[in-house]
């Protein structure tokens, strides 16, 4: 059993008999080949039961016993997609596998302990740049390049714990949350270079917004949205998108 392939729901539905591909249905977590079945030509049972599913409650209530399951081999065993995931994730090294049992305030804390840091930062460097743009007041201007600077500074450690976090609580696997927020990490964090990079060049960039200086204030401004949906994307991590129960109305007394 421990060798047999392990079939997700995706791919145990390329197994319905079509175009000349095996008959597969499933039973109880089984993995079943019932090609040589006469009563399953073409994918289909009965004119009722398609294959490439799990048959489980189906062959429950059938008219026949288990026993008929048994005539035909067994080729794996079906497991969601989640549980493949994890099979198939890398294992950590084992000198970090005893590091973390030793000190397990490594294994979760320091991605949510340093994320907020760069969020700060990075958060702050447009608004105090719309407030020298609405002002006038070089502190402000200034203010916006340490900012930005310590956003980037924070982004050198807060990246690499991320991905460490990804693999050590989530095995690394495929998720929808985590795919965007690296994506958007590593977009903010070359946007955010390119500003500041271009700052320390051009030191009067925003006091002569003409030409192609129109383009320093729109980079600096285009960090507002990545952060607000890196953040967003964070938080669905750690408290879960779930459907809030209205109480209903009491009728009046």
């Known amino acids: 059993m421990a060798d047999m392939k392990k079939f997700t729901p995706e791919e145990l539905a390329t197994y319905n008999g079509r175009d000349g591909r095996p008959i597969y249905i499933a039973h109880q977590g089984r993995v079943i080949d019932v090609t040589a079945s006469k009563m399953w030509r073409n994918g289909e049972h009965m004119k009722r039961h398609a294959a490439g599913v799990d048959l489980t409650n189906e062959i429950a209530a059938a008219p026949h016993g288990l026993d008929v399951l048994e005539r035909f081999p067994q080729v794996g065993v079906l497991v969601t997609k989640e549980e493949a995931d994890v099979r198939n994730a890398p294992h950590l090294p084992g000198f970090v596998e005893r590091f973390l049992d030793r000190h397990p305030f490594f294994q979760r804390h320091p991605h949510p302990m340093t994320v907020h840091f760069p969020i700060v930062f990075m958060l702050f460097a447009p608004l105090f740049t719309l407030l020298y743009l609405l002002t006038g007041v070089d502190a402000f ?90 953040g967003w994307y964070g938080a669905t991590l750690t408290f879960p998108l779930h459907t809030r129960r209205r109480n209903p109305k009491k009728p009046p007394a």
């Open 141 to 230: 201007e200034v203010t916006a390049l340490n900012c930005l600077g310590a956003g980037l500074l924070f982004c050198l450690v807060v990246i690499p714990t991320g991905f460490f976090t990804w693999w050590v609580n989530y095995q690394a696997r495929r998720m929808t949350p985590v795919t965007i927020k690296i994506i958007l990490s590593f977009a903010l964090f070359l946007v955010g270079l390119a500003a500041f990079i271009w700052r320390l060049m051009d030191t009067a960039v925003l006091r002569h917004l003409t030409g192609v200086n129109i383009l320093y204030p729109i980079l600096v401004f285009l960090l507002l949205p990545m952060i607000a949906l890196i």
